[in-house]
C-alpha cells in the first residue's frame, strides 16, 4: 500500500509539484474511506473528520519542509469539505487572495 500512497512517493519526486487538493476531500472520505453521510453528522463522525484533517495536515507538512531539502514546490489546500469543488482551473476557492489557477 505504501507504494501508492502519494505522502511515501512525495519525498522521490525530483520535478516541481504543485499540491492542489481541499483539506477535507470528500471523495477520500466517503468513497475510499467509507465514512456514511449519515455517520458524518454524528460526534464520532465528526472526530473522524477532524483526525483526518490533522493526518492531511502532517501528509502535507513535508511540501514545506521537505526531508530532503528539496526546494520550489508548493501547496494550494483550502480547508473546504469537497472533492473539487473551488479548486482546478474553473475554482473560485481564494488562498490569499488567489484561486489554485492563479496561485499556479
Not at 11 to 35: A, C, H, K, R, W
Not at 51 to 78: C, L, W
Request: aromatic share 10%; charged share 20%; glycine share 10%.
Amino acid at each position: 500500500w505504501k507504494c501508492t500512497s502519494e505522502a511515501v512517493e512525495y519525498p522521490f519526486i525530483e520535478s516541481p509539484v504543485m499540491v492542489i487538493e481541499n483539506m477535507y476531500d470528500t471523495f477520500q472520505l466517503f468513497e475510499e474511506m467509507g465514512l456514511t453521510k449519515s455517520e458524518a453528522t454524528t460526534q464520532a463522525g465528526k472526530e473522524y473528520i477532524a483526525y483526518y484533517g490533522r493526518a492531511m495536515r502532517n501528509s502535507t507538512e513535508q511540501v514545506i519542509h521537505h526531508p530532503f531539502g528539496k526546494k520550489g514546490d508548493a501547496m494550494f489546500v483550502p480547508s473546504c469539505l469537497d472533492h473539487t469543488g473551488g479548486i482546478g482551473t474553473t475554482g473560485s476557492t481564494k488562498l490569499g487572495g488567489k484561486t489554485s489557477l492563479e496561485a499556479i
